[in-house]
C-alpha cells in the first residue's frame, strides 16, 4: 500500500471495537496530515469484532448492560441510545425492534452496535481536520520490526474465505506507529480435541455456521453448553425464543449463575473504606480467602447500612467497583503463582459479583431453570472429554466433587473460551513478537502483554519495544496489577474507551513533538511546569478545561474554535523563569502537558460517565435526557 502523501501514518491492526474506537479517537484529536490505516483480517469482523459482527449475532443476542452504557464516548453517556432512536436505519429490522423505542435502561440488540460504529467512524472522518485521512484496509499483520524511524509491518492479503493462508501474498507497511487492537484470541479447548469437525460440535457459537445450527436444531433435541457465563445465556436463550422443549444443559466449573439487574438500574461509585486487612502480608491462600470473606462481609454491611436505596441484587457491583482503588497494593502482595491460580479459580465468580445482565437475557433463562422439570439443568463440574457415541450423538463427560455425568445430546456448544496466555496463541503475529521479544507475555498474571502505563509494549528488558502501543484485551494483566480491575472488566468497553483515548493521544503527542524534536525535552519540562501552575492557576485550569471541550467535541468547526482559545490561552501563561527557550517550542511543550492533564480527567473512573460530564464542565441535561 502506497501513501496518500507524505504525512505520517498509523497502523491499526485489527478494525473490531477497540481498532474503531481508537481510529475514531485518532481522526478526532489530530490538529495536522495524518494517514490512518484502520486493518482487518476478516471483513466481517470491521467495525464488529467477534461480539458484535451481524452474521454471528442474530437480534435475540442483545447487550448484556443496559443500552445506556453502550456509547462508544465515554464523555457522552446516551449517545448509542440517541443513535439508535433517531439515526439508524431501521428498514430492515425485524418485530419487535423495528419499532422499539430504546431507553437508557433497557436492552439492544448487539448487531446493530455494528451499524453504530460505522455510523461513528465514518462521521469521525468526515469531521476530521483537512490533511487527515481514514484508508480501510484489508489483510493480516504477521510480523513486525522496529526501524529507526518507525516500525514494519508484514501483511498478507486475505484469500478468498476472508482467512490470509501461509501461501497467501504478503507486502510490507511502513508505519511511525502500530497500534495492536487484535481482539480476543480462541482457545482450542483439550477436551474436545477429538471432535472439533464433528457436525453435533460448535465450537463458535459467534459465528455464522454456529447460529445456523442452533436456529436449524429440532425443538425436541438435547443440548449441552459447556459453560454458565453470559454467552452461553445467549446460545440458551436462543433455543428458548424459538420454542425449544428439549433439555438444555449447562455445564459449569462452578456452578455460577448471574444475576439479573433490577429495573431502573444505574451505575454509580461508592467511597467505601479500604479492606485493610487485605494489606497485611500474604500468608497462604486460606487464610487470604478467609480475610476476604470477613471484608468483603463488612463491606456489604457498610453498603445496606449507609445506602439503603441500594437493591441489594447490585450490593456486590458496588462492594466490587469501590474496591478496585484499593486492589494493586493487595496485589502486589500476592505471590504471581499463587496470583494466577486465584485469577484462574475465582475468575468466574469474580465476574459475576462485577457486572450482571438485563431482564430481557435473564428472565427466558429463569423461567427455564426453575422448575424441577423445566428445560435448562444447571450441571456442575468438569468436563473431562467429549466423544462420538454410536447413536451419532456427543457424550459429554462431566466429573463433579462426588460424582460423575454422561450427557448425551444432539448438539454441544463449547463456550467461546478465549486464550488469554500469548505465549500460547498460535498466530503468525503473536509467534514472531515473542520470538524477537516485541512482545512478552504478562509475568505476573499471564494474561495479556506486558506494557507501559501508556499502554506502550515493553520488550524482555522492560524498556519500550518500539512505537507500539497496545488496546483491549492485550492489556488485561496490566489492567489487573495497575488499576484493579477485575473479570472482564479488564478488557470490556468500559477499559476500551479510556484505552482509545489514552493511546491516540499519545500518539498524536509524539508524533507532533517528534515534528520539532521536543520529545526529549518533554520530561523535563514537565518538572518544571508545576512552577507555571502555580504561578498561573486559572491559566492552567482554563487551558485543561478547554483542551478536555476539544477532546469531547465531534464538530470540526468547534474543534478549531476551541484549538484557538487554547493556543491564545497558552500564550497568556508566558515562558517558565526557570527554563528559557524560543515561545513556539514554550507553546508546542505546554499543549502537550496541558494535553496530559485534559486526557488524566477524560479517563477518570473514580465517577461514572454521567458525573464524569458534569465534573468536566459538558453538562447539558437536556442533551443527556433526550
Same mark, same amino acid.
Given at each position: ?9 498509523? !497502523? ?25 490505516? !484502520? ?109 529507526? *524511524? ?31 487492537? *487484535?481482539?480476543?484470541? !480462541? ?82 461509585? !461508592? ?30 454491611? *457498610? ?45 468466574? +465468580? ?12 435473564? +428472565? ?21 472429554? @467429549? ?107 468500559? +477499559? @476500551?474507551?479510556?484505552?482509545? @483515548? ?100 477524560? *479517563? ?23
Amino acid at each position: 500500500m502506497s501513501r496518500t502523501g507524505t504525512c505520517p501514518r498509523v !497502523l491499526i491492526v485489527g478494525a473490531g471495537l477497540a481498532g474503531t474506537a481508537t481510529a475514531i479517537r485518532l481522526l478526532r484529536f489530530a490538529r495536522g496530515p495524518l494517514e490512518i490505516v !484502520l486493518l482487518e483480517r476478516r471483513s466481517d469482523y470491521r467495525s464488529a469484532g467477534v461480539a458484535y459482527h451481524r452474521d454471528g449475532n442474530p437480534w435475540d443476542h442483545v447487550f448484556n448492560i443496559q443500552a445506556g452504557r453502550m456509547s462508544v464516548f465515554r464523555e457522552d453517556v446516551l449517545d448509542f441510545v440517541r443513535w439508535a432512536n433517531a439515526e439508524a436505519d431501521r428498514r430492515d429490522w425485524p418485530a419487535p425492534w423495528d419499532g422499539f423505542e430504546f431507553v437508557e435502561q433497557g436492552p439492544a440488540p448487539r448487531r446493530i452496535f455494528h451499524d453504530y460504529l460505522i455510523d461513528r467512524l465514518a462521521e469521525a472522518a468526515r469531521e476530521a481536520c483537512p490533511g487527515v485521512v481514514l484508508v480501510e484496509a484489508d489483510g493480516e499483520a504477521v510480523d513486525i520490526d522496529v526501524r529507526p *524511524t518507525g516500525v514494519e509491518v508484514t501483511v498478507r492479503r486475505p484469500a478468498t474465505d476472508g482467512e490470509a493462508g501461509p501461501d497467501a501474498e504478503a507486502t510490507t507497511l511502513f508505519a511511525e506507529h502500530v497500534v495492536l487492537a *487484535t481482539g480476543l484470541e !480462541l482457545r482450542d479447548p483439550p477436551f474436545a480435541a477429538g471432535v472439533v469437525e464433528h457436525p453435533s460440535f460448535v465450537r463458535n457459537p459467534y459465528s455464522a455456521d454456529g447460529v445456523r445450527r442452533l436456529v436449524a436444531l429440532p425443538p425436541e433435541a438435547t443440548v449441552a453448553i459447556v459453560g454458565s457465563v453470559l454467552s452461553a445465556y445467549d446460545s440458551a436463550g436462543l433455543l428458548l425464543r424459538q420454542g425449544h422443549t428439549g433439555r438444555i444443559h449447562l455445564i459449569s466449573k462452578t456452578g455460577t449463575m448471574f444475576r439479573t439487574y433490577p429495573g431502573g438500574h444505574e451505575h454509580a461509585v !461508592l467511597q467505601l473504606p479500604c479492606p485493610k486487612t487485605l494489606l497485611e502480608p500474604y500468608r497462604n491462600r486460606e487464610e487470604f480467602l478467609a480475610r476476604i470473606r470477613s471484608e468483603w462481609e463488612t463491606a456489604n454491611a *457498610t453498603v445496606v447500612r449507609e445506602h439503603p436505596g441500594i437493591d441489594p441484587t447490585v450490593i456486590a457491583e458496588r462492594v466490587t467497583k469501590a474496591w478496585e482503588p484499593h486492589l494493586p497494593k493487595v496485589i502486589e502482595r500476592i505471590p504471581s503463582a499463587e496470583l494466577r491460580r486465584l485469577l484462574d479459580e475465582f475468575g468466574t +465468580a469474580i465476574a459475576a459479583l462485577r457486572v450482571g445482565a438485563v431482564e430481557y437475557t435473564m +428472565a427466558v433463562i429463569e423461567r427455564a431453570i426453575h422448575p424441577v422439570d423445566g428445560t435448562v439443568k444447571l450441571v456442575v463440574g468438569n468436563v473431562e472429554a @467429549i466423544s462420538p457415541a454410536d447413536s451419532g450423538r456427543l457424550v459429554v463427560s462431566v466429573t463433579a466433587t462426588e460424582e460423575k455425568h454422561a450427557i448425551e445430546a444432539d448438539l454441544v456448544v463449547s463456550n467461546f473460551g478465549r486464550e488469554s496466555d500469548y505465549s500460547r496463541v498460535d498466530r503468525s503475529l503473536w509467534r514472531n513478537l515473542l520470538r524477537k521479544g516485541l512482545a512478552v507475555p504478562h509475568e505476573r498474571t499471564a494474561r495479556g502483554l506486558e506494557v507501559d502505563e501508556h499502554g506502550t509494549l515493553l520488550n524482555q528488558g522492560g524498556e519500550p519495544a518500539g512505537p507500539i502501543s497496545a488496546v483491549g484485551v492485550l492489556r488485561e494483566g496490566d489492567e489487573i496489577v495497575r488499576r484493579g480491575r477485575t473479570g472482564a472488566f479488564a478488557f470490556n468497553l468500559a +477499559a @476500551i474507551k479510556n484505552h482509545s @483515548i489514552a493511546v491516540a493521544a499519545r500518539v498524536i503527542e509524539q508524533l507532533e513533538l517528534r515534528e520539532g524534536d521536543l520529545a526529549r525535552d518533554l520530561a523535563h519540562y514537565r518538572g518544571c511546569v508545576s512552577n507555571t501552575e502555580e504561578a498561573t492557576p486559572d491559566g492552567f485550569e482554563e487551558a485543561v478545561v478547554l483542551e478536555v471541550g476539544r477532546l469531547a467535541t465531534r464538530a470540526r468547526s468547534e474543534r478549531e474554535l476551541l484549538g484557538s482559545r487554547l493556543d491564545a490561552c497558552i500564550r497568556s501563561m508566558g515562558e517558565l523563569p526557570s527554563l528559557p527557550m524560543a515561545a513556539h517550542r514554550h507553546d508546542r511543550l505546554m499543549r502537550a502537558v496541558v494535553n496530559r492533564a485534559a486526557v488524566e480527567r477524560l *479517563t477518570d473512573v473514580s465517577v461514572t460517565p454521567r458525573q464524569l460530564r458534569r465534573q468536566l464542565g459538558i453538562s447539558d441535561t437536556e442533551h443527556l435526557e433526550g
